[in-house]
């Protein structure tokens, strides 16, 4: 073994040994972790199953923050609160070593495409899922210490940088080649003044798609909540309903917006307006969030998600055909632009 290895076995004896179970008689399986740095492996003891994660270098903000130290808040913050994210059994964040609770295989992502989106309970289990998100937004916000993790706040300038920059720099600059014209930087920091003004404080998740959300056995787990912070809540509705990994049908994405909408003037009826006027916004910058990733990933080799740039650049035009999003004509021309580039891509995987 070497030494690595030896700290990785050291790490699952203390945790598994008093359990009674011999790791070297582990099975393991290398599992696939998405456009993340971490490893997983999911580690088999006859019935019995974990995940081990597995991140030692991860950046570290101004205040020597890790992304591991936010895994490990965030996760005992909300499960303290009884959201359903994974148990941690064991874990060694200076080391970047978790053994956390396997919720299987089963993606949201995976019960969508083999029901097919017109399948009446696929509406029903997002019913189930913008119940829980709106429980999280609210509840999730309570006691939440933003200090304890390395993620700003979402504001101007947050998304400035790290929504329509990195649209600008992991895409269309990174990716495509192509150039940002001035009045398209000029449009996109009136879009990013709109975010500001949004009513901020509550929970917000800022990766809450379907890749992210777990089914086992019927009932709803959440993974990947480290870039957890407090925001608007228009964010991860957003993420919900735009987002690639599924193209749900809009008359699907209409329903479940009305949905949470009612449930938000029952539960916070003086964020109603505020909410409908800053969602245009702020699902497009969410939506130019999702093509910056996919251009840094795919240009890094990870081509499984190329798949996703063309359902990602539909749901921006249809964006940018609303009210009040026509305004920004130089980026709606730019988008046209980049999806004519991407027209030979393949289509996202139907399973």
């Known amino acids: 073994m070497t030494r690595v290895s030896e700290e990785i076995f050291s790490f699952i004896s203390d945790h598994l040994r008093v359990e009674g179970i011999d790791p070297s008689l582990l099975q393991w399986e290398k599992l696939g972790g998405d456009g993340s740095r971490r490893d997983f492996y999911r580690l088999r003891y006859g019935e019995r199953s974990w ?27 909300l499960r303290g609160k009884g959201f359903p994210v994974p148990e941690i059994y064991g874990a060694d964040h200076e080391r970047g070593l978790f053994l956390v609770e396997d919720l299987g295989d089963h993606h949201l992502q995976d019960e969508v495409l083999s029901r097919g989106r017109g399948d009446p309970k696929v509406g029903k289990i997002y019913q189930e899922v913008i119940d829980l998100l709106l429980r999280l937004q609210i509840e999730g916000a309570r006691g939440f210490d933003l200090a304890r993790t390395h993620n700003p706040p979402y504001d101007r300038e947050f998304a400035l ?52 959300i777990m089914l086992k056995k019927g009932k709803l787990h959440l993974i990947d909540f480290q870039g957890a912070r407090l925001g608007p809540l228009a ?18 994405k209409e329903e479940l917006f009305n949905y949470y909408l009612e449930r938000l003037r029952e539960s916070l009826p003086e964020q109603k307006e505020p909410f409908l006027r800053s969602y245009p916004y702020i699902a497009l910058h969410r939506n130019m969030q999702i093509l910056g990733a996919f251009g840094t990933l795919v240009k890094r080799g990870k081509n499984r998600f190329a798949p996703y740039i063309r359902p990602a650049l539909r749901n921006m035009i249809r964006l940018l055909d609303e009210d009040p999003l026509k305004e920004f004509r130089s980026l709606r021309a730019l988008v046209e632009e980049a999806n004519e580039i991407t027209e030979t891509f393949p289509t996202s995987p139907r399973r």
């Open 51 to 77: 995940v081990l994660l597995i991140e030692p270098h991860p950046p570290r903000d101004e205040k020597g923050v890790s992304e591991n130290d936010s895994y490990l808040y965030v996760a005992r913050h």
């Open 161 to 212: 940088r790290w929504e329509s920059g990195y649209f600008r720099r992991g895409f269309v600059e990174g990716f495509l080649g192509l150039k940002v014209k001035e009045e398209t930087r000029r449009e996109l920091e009136l879009a990013a003044a709109q975010v500001a003004r949004a009513p901020g404080g509550f929970f917000l998740y800022r990766d809450f798609q379907s890749r992210n």
């Open 235 to 252: 964010y991860d509705l957003a993420s919900l309903l735009i987002d690639p990994y599924v193209e749900l049908p809009e008359a699907l």
